[in-house]
């Protein structure tokens, strides 16, 4: 913690995480800017969109349980700001069996969660067929992505960030190489598509394994795993109680999502094709920006771990500004430069033509959202997780009112209703961010 005493050194400290989870998030993104740019050549509306519906079915159904990463790497970084090697084992086996027993769950109920899923997309016709042939060979990635999910949060609360980009990038050039070949190459559509992602999710998950086995508090978890201790009731209690609200939470930021795309549907195949590439553009933007919340929730984990409030304040102040000033300048950059390349993800005239009507959104939306990130990441290293949920909550509602009231202004409304979905998140755990550092520092 000494290293971070001075400003120079604080900044150090923030860039030593944000810039490898930028790259690592980056490479991430590629999943889904890959598939789409992909499928994108052979020039079909209902492959495009087929493979965005289905994309986004397993979003839903996958990213509500990311609080496997996101506590992992909470509860690790606090045991690190302890000096505790037996408690970031613990962490990591509790998360690991928690990720097996829901991906059981997720596979016996696969006949039911699939059409019943694509229905609520509205899924229809040829876009409905395409997304069931993606979601029929991807789904079987689940279990595949919940452990990734807990190997990764755990090496990221213990700093090992830069291993996770080596495999990120290697498993996404896997990707991309899949893609190409298997439905460029060999015709396989989106079928093609799919199966890129399952086997290169594996690949990604031998990889990150490897590497945790090498951190020295992985020694230890064997033996917490066979031990009842580990699996007592108040410590499941407690791991429960704080991915109650990170599922919740995110539950309402999936759902908020899928209101975009069902809406999308509505209106469709070209407008969702668009939709479809303007929020690729902005989870890039996002996944970018996130890198100053992953060096969110690991720094303030340790400083809350080791009860240094003036650290703490130091670090939320220093991270806003430069989350705010990034987000500006991505921002200039889609502005100057967004246009071509949002373009480039379609062959069909229509397609590009109805992107760029909408494409100012994609221009505002890194700048808009910068706030809510970083003070997610505050939140969920200090552990405030019920407080992110009811401010969360708070904006859910004024996202759902707006939705309604901006019918009238068509898929603009739809862009306008998340942005200010985005702002207001910000807004609600700025204004209790006081409240919850003095309960937890005095």
């Keep these: 913690m000494a290293t971070i005493d001075r400003p120079a050194g604080l900044n150090g400290a923030i860039w030593a995480i944000a810039l490898p989870a930028m790259l690592t998030n980056v490479a991430t993104a ?22 965005e519906i289905g994309a986004k079915f397993m979003m839903g159904l996958l990213v509500i349980f990311n609080f496997l990463r996101t506590g992992t790497i909470a509860l690790t970084a606090q045991a690190a700001g302890r000096g505790d090697e037996a408690a970031q084992a613990a962490a990591l086996v509790r998360a690991a069996g928690l990720a097996l027993a829901i991906a059981a769950i997720l596979l016996a109920l696969m006949p039911l969660a699939v059409p019943a899923g694509l229905d609520l ?12 042939t993606y979601v029929g060979i991807r789904y079987w990635s689940g279990a595949l992505w919940l452990l990734n ?12 960030v830069r291993a996770v980009l080596v495999v990120e990038v ?15 190459g060999l015709g396989w559509g989106v079928a093609g598509v799919a199966t890129a992602t399952l086997l290169s999710e594996g690949g990604k998950l031998l990889a990150i394994f490897v590497i945790a086995a090498r951190q020295p508090p ?17 410590e499941i209690g407690a791991l429960l109680r704080l991915n109650r609200d990170l599922f919740v939470r995110t539950i309402l930021l999936t759902v908020a999502i899928l209101l975009l795309t069902r809406a999308g549907a509505f209106r469709g195949p070209l407008v969702l094709a668009a939709n479809g590439i303007l929020y690729q553009l902005f989870i890039l933007s996002a996944l970018i920006l996130d890198g100053f919340e992953n060096a969110a929730q690991v720094l303030c984990g340790e400083a809350v771990g080791a009860h240094d409030r003036t650290l703490f304040e130091r670090l939320v102040r220093a991270l806003l500004l430069w989350g705010v000033g990034f987000g500006a300048m991505i921002s200039l950059v889609y502005a100057l430069a967004g246009g071509r390349f949002a373009a480039s993800f379609s062959t069909d005239p229509q397609v590009i033509a109805t992107t760029l ?56 409304g739809l862009w306008l209703a998340f942005s200010v979905f985005l702002v207001a998140r910000a807004a609600g755990q700025a204004l209790v961010l006081s409240r919850l550092e ?3 520092f005095e």
Excluded at 149 to 160: C, D, E, P, Q, S
Excluded at 221 to 231: E, F, I, M, P, Q
């Design 170 to 184: 290697a498993a996404n050039l896997l990707h991309i190489a899949l893609d190409l070949f298997f439905v460029l």
């Design 30 to 51: 590629l999943f889904g800017l890959a598939d789409l740019w992909v499928i994108g050549q052979l020039g079909d509306a209902n492959a495009q969109a087929g493979v």
């Design 438 to 440: 003095r309960r937890t």
């Design 218 to 234: 992985f020694a230890l978890a064997g033996g917490l795993a066979r031990r009842r201790d580990t699996w007592h009731r108040s």
């Design 149 to 160: 999910a807990v190997l990764v949060g755990w090496l990221i609360g213990r700093r090992r």
């Design 121 to 132: 997309l509205h899924a229809r016709g040829g876009v409905a067929a395409e997304a069931r």
């Design 357 to 412: 009507s909408y494409f100012r959104w994609a221009i505002l939306l890194p700048l808009l959202g910068v706030s809510a990130y970083v003070f997610d990441g505050i939140f969920i290293g200090a552990t405030w997780t019920r407080a992110m949920l009811l401010t969360m909550a708070a904006a859910f509602a004024i996202y759902g009112a707006l939705l309604l009231l901006a019918g009238p202004l068509g898929n603009h």
